[in-house]
């Protein structure tokens, strides 16, 4: 009967250990996904201050009759180097962008 005891004790104190393990696992995870989140956050707002507002005379603007502008931007041709930095790469389509 000790033996059992000493077992059953053991397999308590191994399930709380994992679960233990688990709870610090998905924190860690937890604190990764806000850091990515808030990192396309940032840089989602540097996109948006780099681009200019567009105009009516904007091919897409005029293709579907937008003449209000003043909440749309314009993708600029070039970004600056703090957002090349990141990756951050202007395609103008599909296939340009898998290159």
Known sequence: MEIRKGFL???FRRKKRLA???KERQEILKKEIVEKQ??????SSQIWEASKIATPDNAYCKLKGIIQTNDLKEIPKD???EIKKQGVMIAKSVEEAKK
Not at 38 to 43: G, V
């Open 9 to 11: 004790f053991f397999i």
């Open 38 to 43: 808030n990192n396309a956050a940032i840089l």
């Open 20 to 22: 233990i393990e688990a």
């Open 79 to 81: 970004f600056p180097e």
